[in-house]
């Protein structure tokens, strides 16, 4: 079992345990039982995690200080416009290299949110590096119940609330081809 789950009580591992065990004999996606699903969201297990996640994770930054955006200021952002309303937690952070293929990324179990550098640079408006942390923050928002993102027709709603989506996703696919 991961390294993630050393500080969690018997009962949990158990649930953890049989939750495994009935993906495997069944062969289904089988969602965490309510008490997983809490002690994953519990401050408790972020503090311990999270730390040893960030270090074991490659090409990023950690720091959402960049050279033309600040991820912190764009976040506060999108929180005063309304659009975003419980992300104080999240670790943002852009990467290390510069990712065409895939502008951003997060964990929803720690919490972490990572932009492409490749959309830190005068050429590329603010609106697209801010849609970008915008879709990702959505994920960690919307996918706290089933600790799953997923971009179903309630993810692409919300989505598409961000004033600049389609002038966003044209940029984004002319980044991606280079």
Same mark, same amino acid.
């Given at each position: 079992?991961? !390294?993630?789950?050393?500080?969690?009580d018997?009962?949990?591992?158990?649930d @953890?345990?049989?939750?495994? @065990?009935?993906?495997?004999?069944q062969r289904?996606r089988?969602?965490y039982? =309510?008490r997983?699903k809490?002690?994953?969201?519990s401050d408790?297990?972020?503090? %311990?995690n %999270?730390?040893l996640?960030?270090?074991r994770?490659?090409?990023l930054?950690?720091?959402?200080?960049g %050279?033309? @955006? !600040?991820l912190?200021? #764009?976040?506060?952002?999108?929180?005063?416009?309304?659009?975003?309303?419980n992300c104080?937690?999240?670790y943002?952070?852009?990467t !290390?290299?510069?990712n %065409?293929?895939?502008m951003?990324?997060?964990?929803?179990?720690?919490r972490?949110?990572a932009?492409s550098?490749?959309?830190d640079?005068?050429v590329? &408006? =603010?609106s697209?590096a801010?849609?970008v942390?915008?879709h990702e923050?959505?994920? #960690?928002e919307l996918?706290v119940d089933?600790l799953r993102?997923q971009h !179903?027709?309630? @993810?692409r709603?919300?989505?598409r609330l961000? &004033?600049k989506?389609?002038?966003?996703?044209?940029w984004?696919k002319r980044?991606a081809?280079?």
């Amino acid at each position: 079992m991961t !390294d993630y789950l050393r500080a969690a009580d018997e009962p949990v591992l158990e649930d @953890f345990a049989e939750t495994i @065990f009935t993906r495997i004999r069944q062969r289904r996606r089988e969602e965490y039982t =309510e008490r997983m699903k809490a002690w994953l969201r519990s401050d408790d297990f972020l503090s %311990r995690n %999270r730390p040893l996640y960030l270090g074991r994770s490659r090409n990023l930054s950690l720091t959402p200080h960049g %050279r033309s @955006f !600040d991820l912190t200021e #764009l976040a506060e952002s999108l929180r005063s416009d309304g659009l975003i309303e419980n992300c104080q937690d999240a670790y943002l952070t852009w990467t !290390d290299r510069p990712n %065409r293929s895939r502008m951003g990324y997060c964990s929803l179990l720690m919490r972490v949110v990572a932009v492409s550098s490749a959309l830190d640079s005068a050429v590329i &408006p =603010e609106s697209v590096a801010r849609y970008v942390l915008y879709h990702e923050l959505l994920h #960690l928002e919307l996918g706290v119940d089933t600790l799953r993102g997923q971009h !179903d027709p309630a @993810f692409r709603r919300a989505e598409r609330l961000y &004033p600049k989506w389609r002038e966003s996703e044209v940029w984004l696919k002319r980044i991606a081809s280079g």
